[in-house]
T-cell receptor
Framework: DTGVSQDPRHKITKRGQNVTFRCDPI?????LYWYRQTLGQGPEFLTY????????KSRLLSDRFSAERPKGSFSTLEIQRTEQGDSAMYLC??????????????FGEGSRLTVL | AQSVTQLDSQVPVFEEAPVELRCNYS??????LFWYVQYPNQGLQLLLK??????LVESINGFEAEFNKSQTSFHLRKPSVHISDTAEYFC?????????????FGKGTMLLVSP
């Protein structure tokens, strides 16, 4: 069990640049979530995938944000034209297929974005 | 919609002392309740959860939490803390009727255990 893997762990970029984060979930997990965590706040939900389908997007996910999970395995989160307010830790989590919501998510260590 | 309030951003305590981390929630629907822990330089991990049944739930490392529906609370307690319990603790809820786990988190409480 390799756990949820996120890459890169740290990214420093200049305002206006595009950045992309990758998440590899636990292999048998078909559910994948992206969260954002800013300093002093708890994680905030961004989006949810079940297999390759993006089933829910938070209003926090502006037009500059896009997430994909093309083959139902790894996922990418792209931020276009980054702004200083995008500086945060971006967390990916996964959970196994289940007919019942049990709430346990398995989190990666996160990708920290700093926008200068 | 749900919201979670963790009133204490930081709780300093001496080793072997008892501790309580407070969590209150607000929701228009029935919810499941969780405590997640984040140790330094690690990802979030589930500590314990309440889905149904006994309102007192326990973790393997001595923490317990009690669901109080009338007070909409899910406080986390440990009778005697260790240095290794130093971490950030997040309370979270999810809609019981949702087919998946869109968790709503509190802002977190940093537990600082000193010798």
């Amino acid at each position: 069990d390799t756990g949820v893997s996120q890459d890169p762990r740290h990214k420093i970029t200049k305002r206006g640049q595009n950045v992309t984060f990758r998440c590899d979930p636990i292999s048998e997990h078909n559910r994948l979530y992206w969260y954002r965590q800013t300093l002093g706040q708890g994680p905030e939900f961004l989006t949810y995938f079940q297999n390759e389908a993006q089933l829910e997007k938070s209003r926090l996910l502006s037009d500059r944000f896009s997430a994909e999970r093309p083959k139902g395995s790894f996922s990418t989160l792209e931020i276009q034209r980054t702004e200083q307010g995008d500086s945060a830790m971006y967390l990916c989590a996964s959970s196994p297929p289940s007919g019942r919501n049990t709430g346990e998510l398995f989190f990666g260590e996160g990708s920290r974005l700093t926008v200068l | 919609a749900q919201s979670v309030t963790q009133l204490d951003s930081q709780v300093p305590v001496f080793e072997e002392a008892p501790v309580e981390l407070r969590c209150n929630y607000s929701s228009s629907v029935s919810v499941y309740l969780f405590w997640y822990v984040q140790y330094p330089n690690q990802g979030l991990q589930l500590l314990l959860k309440y889905l149904s049944g006994s309102t007192l739930v326990e973790s393997i490392n001595g923490f317990e939490a009690e669901f109080n529906k009338s007070q909409t609370s899910f406080h986390l307690r440990k009778p005697s803390v260790h240095i290794s319990d130093t971490a950030e603790y997040f309370c979270a809820v999810s809609d019981m009727n949702s087919g998946y786990s869109t968790l709503t988190f509190g802002k977190g409480t940093m537990l600082l255990v000193s010798p």
